[in-house]
């Protein structure tokens, strides 16, 4: 009786473990997007032709909206895009153009589901090379990112390495020279600093002033004494009347003269 217990236990825990996984399966089932395959290809469609019909002009002004611009337009005209996705599409082909040249078809498309987004690969032909156009939509179906990507060959590859590679090489050459010559720069700037400073220097001394020249000072002649007229006169009298015994009443003395032979000197 027990062993038949146990029986009927194992068997309904393992019917309940099938009804568990059962269930989880069918939940995962409904969990993953649905999405219009048709629609999805349409869209890509539609980037396709614009490119190939619009002028470089009109591909370019596209890639150049800012985002209100952008959205105004895409509501207005109801088109599945963020305004991102939208002009970085028409600015991802303006920039491969030249490399993809004229569209020739459009070979096949695949679709794969991560999570809550669905992407879009369509495989296109263009004159020059052929290019991977991929589409990520949002469960809405509406287009969040646009990636146009060329593919190349090896040796296109590899060449492109090797420029690549030359080119940061050579940049890295030319900037150690350019350390190379500055380094090298610095031992004449002792020299120059010098130079400066003797110039500096140089206008920086006080310029002597010449000594004064002292101006010649004239002496001026011994003044001659002036004898006071009067007195002349007076003395000159007295000596007449002494000589003559005279009174000076007697005469006036009106002027006095060197007389040529002076007769008083023998007195």
Same mark, same amino acid.
């Given at each position: 009786?027990?062993? $038949? #217990?146990?029986?009927? #236990?194992?068997?309904?825990?393992?019917?309940?473990?099938?009804?568990?996984?059962?269930?989880c399966?069918g939940a995962r089932?409904?969990e993953k /997007?649905? *999405?219009?395959?048709a629609?999805l290809?349409s869209?890509? &469609?539609? /980037?396709?032709?614009s490119?190939?019909?619009l002028?470089?002009a009109?591909?370019a002004?596209?890639g150049s909206?800012d985002a209100?611009d952008?959205? !105004?337009m895409?509501?207005?005209y109801? /088109?599945?895009?963020t305004a !991102?996705?939208?002009?970085t599409?028409f600015?991802g082909?303006?920039?491969s153009?030249?490399e993809?040249?004229?569209?020739?078809?459009?070979?096949? *498309?695949?679709?794969s589901? &991560? =999570?809550? !987004?669905?992407?879009?690969?369509a495989? /296109?032909? *263009?004159?020059?090379?052929?290019?991977d #156009?991929s589409?990520?939509f949002n469960s809405k179906?509406?287009?969040?990112?646009?990636t146009l990507?060329p593919?190349?060959?090896t040796s296109e590859?590899?060449t492109k390495?090797?420029? $690549?590679?030359? #080119?940061?090489?050579?940049?890295?050459?030319?900037v150690?020279?350019?350390?190379s010559l500055v380094?090298?720069c610095?031992n004449?700037?002792?020299?120059i600093?010098k130079k400066f400073?003797?110039k500096?220097?140089?206008?920086?001394?006080?310029?002597?002033?010449p000594?004064?020249?002292?101006?010649?000072?004239?002496?001026?002649?011994?003044?001659v004494?002036?004898? &006071? !007229?009067?007195e002349?006169?007076a003395?000159?009298?007295?000596?007449?009347?002494? *000589?003559?015994g005279?009174?000076? &009443? =007697?005469?006036v003395?009106?002027s006095i003269?060197?007389?040529?032979s002076?007769t008083?000197k023998?007195?």
């Amino acid at each position: 009786m027990k062993h $038949n #217990l146990r029986r009927i #236990l194992a068997v309904l825990v393992i019917a309940v473990s099938m009804m568990g996984l059962t269930a989880c399966g069918g939940a995962r089932q409904q969990e993953k /997007l649905s *999405y219009d395959e048709a629609y999805l290809q349409s869209v890509a &469609d539609f /980037l396709v032709s614009s490119w190939d019909g619009l002028s470089a002009a009109d591909i370019a002004a596209y890639g150049s909206l800012d985002a209100e611009d952008a959205q !105004e337009m895409l509501d207005m005209y109801q /088109l599945p895009f963020t305004a !991102e996705a939208f002009t970085t599409a028409f600015s991802g082909y303006e920039g491969s153009v030249e490399e993809l040249g004229a569209y020739v078809s459009t070979d096949g *498309y695949e679709v794969s589901v &991560d =999570g809550d !987004e669905i992407t879009l690969v369509a495989h /296109l032909t *263009y004159e020059q090379r052929k290019a991977d #156009l991929s589409i990520v939509f949002n469960s809405k179906e509406v287009a969040q990112s646009v990636t146009l990507a060329p593919e190349y060959t090896t040796s296109e590859i590899l060449t492109k390495a090797v420029m $690549n590679t030359i #080119l940061g090489m050579g940049t890295v050459f030319i900037v150690l020279i350019f350390i190379s010559l500055v380094i090298y720069c610095f031992n004449f700037i002792p020299a120059i600093q010098k130079k400066f400073s003797r110039k500096k220097e140089e206008i920086a001394a006080p310029v002597q002033a010449p000594a004064p020249v002292k101006a010649a000072v004239e002496t001026p002649a011994p003044a001659v004494p002036e004898t &006071d !007229e009067t007195e002349l006169v007076a003395a000159i009298t007295a000596a007449i009347c002494a *000589y003559t015994g005279s009174s000076a &009443d =007697g005469f006036v003395v009106r002027s006095i003269r060197r007389a040529e032979s002076a007769t008083w000197k023998k007195a």
